[in-house]
């Protein structure tokens, strides 16, 4: 398993952009296809957004498509989601993943962080 922290939610209002980073602590991070995952109050975890080992395969989920983009930088252990046009239904906590395989199901990842929150207001 592997320890993942996220960082760069916040309160923010309809249109705007975030980064989130997710830092994780593991030697072995390119071992790892990563994942972003929502959960909204009341719903169920949703998937949002995978990319593969090495970042050359990423893909969304088709309500953030053309917003969201997924990104890894290796060398800092990290992986980012940038989020631009944000809507009030994008409110939720975001959770990054690692697991064995670049999945949309939370079945197939292994070690999450712990969230950061991100509320948008209309």
């Known amino acids: 398993q592997v320890q993942l922290v996220e960082s760069g939610g916040g309160l923010v209002r309809a249109g705007d952009s975030l980064r989130l980073a997710c830092v994780a602590s593991a030697r072995s991070f390119t071992s790892y296809h990563m994942g972003w995952f929502r959960q909204a109050p009341g719903k169920e975890r949703e998937f949002v957004a995978s990319i593969n080992k090495n970042g050359l395969t990423t893909y969304v989920a088709g309500s953030v498509k053309g917003r969201f983009t997924i990104s890894r930088s290796n060398a800092k252990n990290t992986v980012y989601l940038q989020m631009n046009s944000l809507k009030p239904e994008d409110t939720a906590v975001y959770h990054c993943?690692?697991?064995?395989?670049?999945?949309?199901?939370?079945?197939?990842?292994?070690?999450w962080g712990q969230g950061t929150q991100v509320t948008v207001s209309a």
């Open positions: 993943a690692a697991g064995a395989a670049a999945s949309t199901l939370t079945k197939d990842y292994n070690s």
